[in-house]
């Protein structure tokens, strides 16, 4: 592989990766401008519900695991993205060919045991009593 081509794809990746958290942070803007009233203030419920403002220490937890799988899967769907890039640009390329099926299929299997681990995490907070919001 040439200095070009690992610039290329290295490029490729910071873009990809600059317009998701762009993206995110243009989706929690909105959001909090949802929650504010005329005045530019945060309705005080808006506040517990818009930034995570937790009274228990269950909700804590799951506010926390809630953000940190969705940071996890949202790295894994730009791992996909990459894995298919790769497979396009290869080439016909045997070992790149290869190289780019690993990465997907193992960005989809990371997807897979994220998606589990947030239906468990709720599942064990959700067995103590009560509703599981968030």
């Keep these: 592989m040439n200095k070009k081509s690992l610039l290329r794809q290295s490029l490729l990746v910071f873009t990809l990766m600059v317009g998701a958290l762009t993206a995110v942070g243009l989706f929690s803007s909105v959001a909090m401008a949802a929650a504010t009233d005329s005045f ?3 309705a005080p419920s808006a506040v517990l ?3 995570g403002g937790q009274t228990s220490l269950k909700g804590l ?3 926390v695991v809630n953000y940190f799988l969705g940071f ?3 790295l894994a769907v730009i791992m996909i993205i990459y894995g ?3 497979y396009v640009i290869s ?3 045997d070992e790149a060919i290869g190289n780019a099926k690993k990465i997907i299929m193992y960005s989809l299997i990371g997807l897979i045991v994220i998606l589990l681990s947030f239906v468990l995490v ?3 907070l959700g067995a103590g009593g009560g509703v599981v919001e968030g």
């Design 40 to 42: 530019g203030t945060a």
């Design 49 to 51: 519900e818009g930034t």
């Design 61 to 63: 937890i799951l506010t």
């Design 72 to 74: 996890l899967g949202l």
């Design 84 to 86: 298919g890039v790769q």
């Design 91 to 93: 080439a016909g390329q």
């Design 122 to 124: 709720r599942a064990v």
